[in-house]
C-alpha cells in the first residue's frame, strides 16, 4: 500500500552565487516606483506529487531528486516540505 | 524610521493552466527511475528584501508589486510570507 505525498521544493542560488534575474527586477521595480527594495533572489519552487510507501523513504526519493535533477547543488541550495494528502492508494 | 522586512513570494501557474515545463521533468524524472512521480508542476520562489513603515505598508507595496510585475494574474497566483529582519534601520 502506498501513500500519496505532495512536496513543495524551494531551490535557491547559494548566497555567493551573482542572481543577474534577480538584479534586473530590482532594477525593474525601483523604475516603477518601488524604491524601497533593496534585494531580489529568483529562485525555483517546484511542487511533487509522488507516492512511497511511508514518509522516510518519499523523502530519500526527493532528496535524491533535487540532488540529481532538480538542483544544480554547485550553486544551488535546496529544501522542501512534504505531506501527506488524501486517502491512501492501494497499488 | 523604517524596518527591515525579508519577503518570501511563491508564485504559481493556476491548476488550469498547463505546464509543459513540469510534464518534461516529470518525463525526464521517469527516465531516470522515478516511477512513483505522478505531476510536476514549476513555480517562481522570488525573495525580497525591503524597508517600510510597518507591516501593512510592506505587505500592499508586496501585494502591488506581485499584481504587476513579479506575477501574472491572468494565469498565475501567488502569495507570500513577511519575516521582520534585523534591527530597524534608521531613515
Redesign the interface.
Given at each position: 500500500m502506498?501513500i500519496?505525498y505532495k512536496a513543495r521544493i524551494?531551490?535557491?542560488l547559494r548566497p555567493s552565487v551573482l542572481d543577474p534575474a534577480?538584479v534586473a527586477?530590482k532594477s525593474?521595480?525601483e523604475q516603477?516606483g518601488?524604491t524601497?527594495?533593496?534585494?531580489?533572489?529568483?529562485?525555483?519552487?517546484?511542487?511533487?506529487?509522488?507516492?512511497?510507501e511511508n514518509e522516510v523513504s518519499a523523502k530519500d526519493?526527493l532528496e535524491?531528486?533535487c540532488d540529481?535533477?532538480?538542483a544544480n547543488p554547485v550553486i544551488e541550495n535546496f529544501c522542501f516540505e512534504l505531506d501527506e494528502v488524501g486517502n491512501p492508494a492501494k497499488v
Amino acid at each position: 500500500m502506498a501513500i500519496n505525498y505532495k512536496a513543495r521544493i524551494y531551490v535557491t542560488l547559494r548566497p555567493s552565487v551573482l542572481d543577474p534575474a534577480g538584479v534586473a527586477v530590482k532594477s525593474g521595480l525601483e523604475q516603477l516606483g518601488y524604491t524601497t527594495v533593496e534585494q531580489v533572489r529568483i529562485g525555483k519552487y517546484i511542487e511533487v506529487s509522488l507516492s512511497a510507501e511511508n514518509e522516510v523513504s518519499a523523502k530519500d526519493q526527493l532528496e535524491q531528486m533535487c540532488d540529481q535533477v532538480l538542483a544544480n547543488p554547485v550553486i544551488e541550495n535546496f529544501c522542501f516540505e512534504l505531506d501527506e494528502v488524501g486517502n491512501p492508494a492501494k497499488v
